[in-house]
Structure formats: C-alpha cells, structure tokens
C-alpha cells in the first residue's frame, strides 16, 4: 500500500469556506459586469451640457462615480462571504466533527458510544445512523468474541488441569499403573482436540471463506443419519428421515457439519429408553428447510433459545460423558448465518425441542 503523507493539508472547512467566498466573488462581478455595460450603452464619450440647467455625464465621469463604491463592494461582499461561510461550514461539518469523536472513542475501546444525531431526516442523519447501526453490530460482536473466548479458556482449562493432575500423581507414585493412565490421559486428550477442531470450525463459518454450490440437503441428512446409527442404536433412540429433496447454496462439507450436529445433538440430548429423532426436509418459497425434531427432558424456552450460545449444555454447564464440547449448535448457528439462513429451536410440549435450520433455496444441477 503506497505510505500515507503525515503533513495536514487544508481542512474541508477551510476549502468549503473559500468555495462560498469564491462564489459569492464571481456572482458580484457578473452582477457589477452587466450593470457597467448597461450604462455605458447610455452614456456618451464626453460629458455635455445640454443647457444651464441640465449636465449629461460622460463616461469618464462614470469611472469616477462608479468604481470606487463597486469595489468597496466587492471587497464588503467577500469579507461577508468569508466569515459567513467560515460559518456555514462549520455548521455543515459539525455532524462529521461529531462521527470523527465517536470514531476516536470506539477506537480508543469504548464501544457503547454513539452518534445519536438529532435534527432533520438529511443526508448526515442517515450517515450517522448507519454507523450508530454498525456500531451495534460491533458492540454485539465484540461482545460475543469476548463471552466465547473466556469460556474457551475455561474449557480448555478444564483438561489440561486433569493432565496435569495426572501427571503429577504418576511422578509422585512411580507405582502407578501406566495402563490406566495412559488411557485416561488419552481420553482427556480427544476431549480437547474436539473441541479445538470445533472451535476451528466454528470460526471457518463465521469467516464465509467457502465456495457456493447447489447441495441437496436430503442427501446430507441420509448420510448423517447413516453415520450416526450405531450411535443411536446404543442409546436405545429410534431415527426417522422423511421429506423431498431441498437444495441449498453453500458449502457441502459445511452443511454436512451443520446437519451431522442437529442429528447429533437430538441423540445425545434425549430420552435414555424409548427416545427418538425425526429428520425433515422440505422446499417452499424459495427455501430449503431441515427440521430435526427429538423426544427427551421438558425445557423451558428460555432455556433453549440461549443452547446456541457457546459451551451451552441444555441443563446450564452440567457434562455428561457424551454431552460434547458444547459448540455443537453454536457451529450450527454459525453455518446457517454463513448460508445467509435462520436457525430456530423451539421447545416442545411433550419434551425435546424442534430444530429448523431455513437456508435459501439454490438453482442449477445439484452437486453430488
């Protein structure tokens, strides 16, 4: 990038200032231009008297007459049109002023400032309340970054202090068995690279650095439900898969992730005997949707409507040896939001919750 000059040129006020000036200047001359030519058109060479009583001036008498007080004139008119515009300048520049302030400060990390610029519907006010509207954004996702970024480091704190412990008590007892160690340190280890490659993931959605191409959702959610069988098998959770082919945009491995997760979210979240999964799909007004409905515990919405926040576990913080790393539909929101869709998790009366992911539909042949 070509280096940025330190030297200050001429502020805009200042520019504005001699604009106004320079206007007033030229409009003053044409005015005193077209009334000198007027009269000259009725003024003879030489001055005459016509008798005693009456005298016709000439043009040089004119010239004297007339330019001195016109170029008082203009020199009234351009300290007039100096300080008024200096005025009105200021007056015009001072919305920008105001953004200039509020940008320092929202640089400087005190982001809750705003704009909030009064007076009438202009061009300045929609300027200013578009950046007041970025500013929210901002705001939130600052905010966001800092609530997932502490909470990450509590995960992650979580089995490296198991290690440690671990590994402290096995270089105090050189009697310990190593079988057992090494099989629980390696289980705490899987921990933390799952979630290390779901925080990866979940930051590869936010970024949308992906190529775009048609992608049946049904397909996906058939091999999603493939893939997890035995999973739920185990759990004693029944899987059902209906609907029509429903066609994105997007990425193919992203949306896998994201169908592969809400599959997986209603296994493990669910009733421990007799549960069950339903997977849905369908096309309508130009979007593709997957609904995953499941069985399980009675929530309250309020609960659920906070599970796509981060390391949010369904009964608060609470793990379970198969509950995840608690970035499972935290990933999904990021994904849908990547996909310009909506993900919304409503809570059922009989107990588990519905989740619908609506994506817009895509046109052309489907990739396979």
């Known amino acids: 990038m070509p280096r940025r000059s330190s030297r200050r040129g001429v502020s805009a006020r200042l520019r504005l ?24 058109r009725y003024v003879p060479d030489r001055a005459a008297l016509i008798d005693e009583q009456q005298f016709f001036p000439g043009r040089n008498d004119l010239i004297r007459a007339f330019l001195p007080p016109a170029l008082w004139a203009l020199l009234a008119l351009l300290a007039i049109g100096i300080g008024g515009g200096w005025l009105l300048a200021g007056r015009m520049l001072a919305p920008l002023a105001r953004m200039t302030a509020v940008t320092r400060q929202v640089s400087a990390g005190a982001y809750g400032t705003r704009i909030a610029l009064a007076g009438s519907d202009d061009e ?28 990450a480091s509590h995960e992650l704190r979580t089995p490296l202090s198991i290690t440690q412990t671990m590994l402290d008590v096995a270089r105090k007892d050189p009697q310990v068995q190593t079988t057992g160690l090494i099989e629980r340190l390696w289980t705490v280890n899987a921990r933390a690279i799952d979630l290390t490659e779901s925080m990866l993931t979940l930051g590869k959605s936010g970024r949308r650095s992906f190529a775009r191409t048609p992608v049946d959702i049904s397909l996906l959610v058939d091999e999603a439900v493939e893939a997890l069988l035995p999973r739920a098998e185990s759990r004693g959770v029944t899987m059902t898969v209906a609907g029509e082919p429903a066609a994105a945009s997007g990425s193919s491995a992203l949306l896998l992730q994201l169908t592969s997760n809400l599959v997986l979210n209603a296994i493990v979240h669910n009733l ?27 929530l309250p919405q309020e609960l659920v409507s906070t599970l796509t926040e981060p390391f949010q ?48 539909a895509a046109s052309g042949e489907i990739a396979e």
């Open 272 to 298: 421990t005997d007799g549960g069950w999964v339903t997977a849905t799909t369908w096309e309508a007004d130009g979007r593709a949707v997957l609904c995953v409905e499941n069985s399980g515990r009675r």
């Open 313 to 360: 576990r369904g009964v608060e913080r609470i793990r379970s040896d198969d509950s995840g790393v608690g970035l499972g539909l935290a990933i999904v929101q990021s994904i849908t939001h990547a996909h310009d869709g909506t993900l919304t998790l409503t809570a059922r009366p009989d107990g588990g919750i519905t989740a619908t992911a609506d994506l817009p």
């Open 124 to 151: 300045f006010r929609e300027l200013a309340d578009a950046f007041d509207g970025m500013l929210d954004r901002l705001e939130a996702h600052v905010a966001e970054q800092e609530r997932f970024a502490a909470n």
């Open 17 to 40: 200032t001699f604009s106004y000036a320079g206007f007033l200047l030229i409009a003053e001359v044409l005015i005193l231009a077209v009334v000198w030519v007027f009269l000259l």
